[in-house]
């Protein structure tokens, strides 16, 4: 696996290099290219006057902050270079905390460290330090001219670096529930569906559906297939009806027979008719 960035460790005047690599890969939604559909020609995207419509050359264009619809503050690129962090290998260490203490929306995004030319052992033996202590290094670090603030600890045999998330980035809300009634038959019918249920986290079960179907489509498409019609959407269901749901959902975990479904009211209404006619 090739590594991301590079980076020493400064710890009680020790310096250990480092190299980050890539944990998690970006799975992001199928793009498409915009064609004219008449002639399914690709389209380029093109500058222009907001108010004139004529196009502007890309070395007219520059930055600007907008205030309002109309008024923009002009932004120099020079003077956004200038505000750069300044360059570093180094990965400066702030404190030790619990992760327990770390709130989960504060996680951005993972890497894998591990050791750079001649640091295996040092960083063996920070990898020691953190499992027995249990803790969790906060440091702050610039790569590729963005500065980041992480936390860097054990997991399993690997020592995990997460980026860390600024506070006004993470929102705060609370959710009361004054005054809703609960039917105990309910909570009951839940509590049994929840204990049913209950597994190991398999994230292979957790697929992106609608990607494998948008690819499929494509790929029938690319070879000339007919494209299969997709089945109706399940309509929604009231609140009023969870009760039967959570029922016939424990049915299907513990593996029972699915029961015959009950004629619904306006069913049952011109049956009542019929026989009587």
């Excluded at 002639?39 to 006057?49: E, I």
């Excluded at 986290?201 to 690819?215: A, I, L, Q, S, W």
Aim: proline share 7%; charged share 30%; hydrophobic share 35%.
């Amino acid at each position: 696996m090739r590594a991301l960035w590079r980076g020493i460790i400064e710890l009680a005047g020790v310096e250990i290099p480092v190299k980050l690599y890539a944990a998690v890969q970006p799975h992001a939604q199928v793009s498409f290219t915009l064609l004219h559909k008449k002639d399914k020609t690709p389209l380029r995207q093109v500058m222009v006057n907001g108010a004139t419509g004529e196009p502007v050359p890309r070395e007219e264009i520059i930055k600007g902050y907008p205030l309002s619809k109309r008024r923009f503050v002009p932004v120099d690129p020079a003077e956004l270079e200038k505000l750069v962090p300044e360059s570093s290998r180094d990965i400066k260490v702030l404190s030790f905390v619990d992760p327990a203490e770390i709130d989960p929306r504060y996680y951005a995004r993972p890497y894998f460290v591990g050791p750079d030319a001649g640091g295996a052992q040092e960083l063996a033996a920070l990898h020691e330090a953190l499992a027995k202590s249990g803790t969790a290094m906060v440091c702050r670090w610039v790569m590729r001219k963005i500065q980041y603030h992480g936390a860097l600890a054990t997991e399993g045999s690997a020592l995990m670096l997460n980026t860390l998330r600024q506070p006004e980035q993470v929102l705060h809300r609370a959710q009361s529930y004054e005054g809703i009634e609960l039917d105990q038959r309910e909570l009951k019918t839940a509590r049994y569906l929840v204990e049913a249920l209950t597994g190991e986290f398999t994230p292979d079960e957790y697929k992106d559906e609608y990607r494998e179907r948008v690819e499929e489509i494509i790929a029938r498409k690319a070879k000339g297939l007919p494209v299969p019609r997709q089945t109706a959407k399940t309509a929604r269901t009231r609140g009023g009806q969870l009760l039967e749901l959570l029922e016939e959902s424990l049915k299907e975990a513990r593996g029972d027979k699915p029961a015959a479904k009950r004629p619904t009211s306006a069913k049952r209404t011109a049956a009542k008719r019929t026989n009587s006619a």
